[in-house]
């Protein structure tokens, strides 16, 4: 089954490349007052001392990542009663990434018109599942900050529990069906919301059954899964300069990514999670005694984040690319 999108390819492609263009714009500003903020000249030589065979190493591991959640997103397709072909569905995954510097990611809502135009799936009942992706990558992040056991866990509790808080608001309000029912009532007597209302009860519909208290385990492990392998990345790299343990890398990665998550705002995190990995990670050389801790944190972050972050972005359009031009 096929369906026409609510707008034409040549506008959505349009969107499609201001998304780009705005993140890109965002990250020339942020790297550069990032530069400046470090020792330029100091960066750029302890960037020279990262091999090229552990950036692609990072990059792999990153794939990885993407492989487990892939998992992750047929199960949640299947759940919806949605079935695609497999290289048809990892392509709509992968592109997925191509907005990931996007405010809360929520450019990855992109796979659900890929899925309208190649199944006709309702863009209200498919939404859901990037939420929920969202909602199962924090819960992982925080099984792996549980996991690792290191000590610089004690300062930033605060940040793991306000994220569980969170998520459990949202949780709440998701399975409270009185107070929904009541507010949708009252939104489908105003002709103008009625229509909203029938789009927002799909998606709530949606929401229940991936966000399912018995269905949480399973994705919530396979996002753990995915992000350690990232969190191997990142702990491969910083051996370059200090033996920094794995606990600790895992810590560093994940705290790193849940304050770029609750900096919703920040396309990608973009920033915030680079000055919050920065810092935590010249803490950690500063103790084991590396004497440019700083800059070498400072290199550490950004090949870390070309090796997951934007790698993600340039494969995304890729994927993004071939399915659009894509007839199976």
Known sequence: ???????????????????LLLGLAAAVVIYTAYVLWVDA??????????????????????????LVRFVRWQLYLSWLGLHLPWGVSFRIHLAGLAL?????????????????????????????????????????????????????????????????????LLLMGLYWRGLQE?????AVQWRRLAPVATAVQS????????LAPRRLVVPVLLAALGWFCECLGFYLLAQTFGPVDVATSVTIFALGALVGALAFLAPGGLGVTEASMTALLQHRLSELGVHTAASAA????????????????????????WERRSKV
């Not at 030589?45 to 552990?54: E, G, K, N, V, Y």
């Not at 309208?116 to 992040?141: K, N, S, W, Y």
């Not at 998606?203 to 991936?210: D, G």
């Not at 400072?298 to 690319?321: D, E, I």
């Open 203 to 210: 998606s709530l519909e949606a929401s229940r059954l991936v």
């Open 1 to 19: 089954m096929s369906a026409t999108p609510p707008q034409s390819d040549q506008q959505a492609a349009a969107k499609l490349v201001r998304g």
């Open 41 to 66: 000249e100091g960066l750029a030589q302890a960037w020279a001392r990262i091999p090229a065979s552990l950036l692609l190493a990072a990059c792999g591991l990153s794939f990885l990542n993407y």
């Open 298 to 321: 400072a290199a550490t972050t950004l090949a870390a984040r070309l090796c997951t972050l934007w790698f993600a972005v340039a494969l995304g359009w890729v994927a993004l690319v």
């Open 182 to 186: 009541a507010v949708l009532r009252r």
């Open 100 to 168: 990931t510097v996007s405010p809360g990611k929520m450019g990855e809502t992109i796979k659900s018109w890929l899925l309208l135009r190649r199944c006709g799936a309702p863009i209200a009942r498919t939404a859901p599942i990037v939420v929920a992706e969202r909602v199962t990558d924090l819960l992982g992040f925080l099984v792996l900050l549980v996991l690792s056991g290191s000590n610089m866990l004690g300062a930033a509790q605060w940040m793991a529990w306000t994220t569980l808080g969170l998520i459990g």
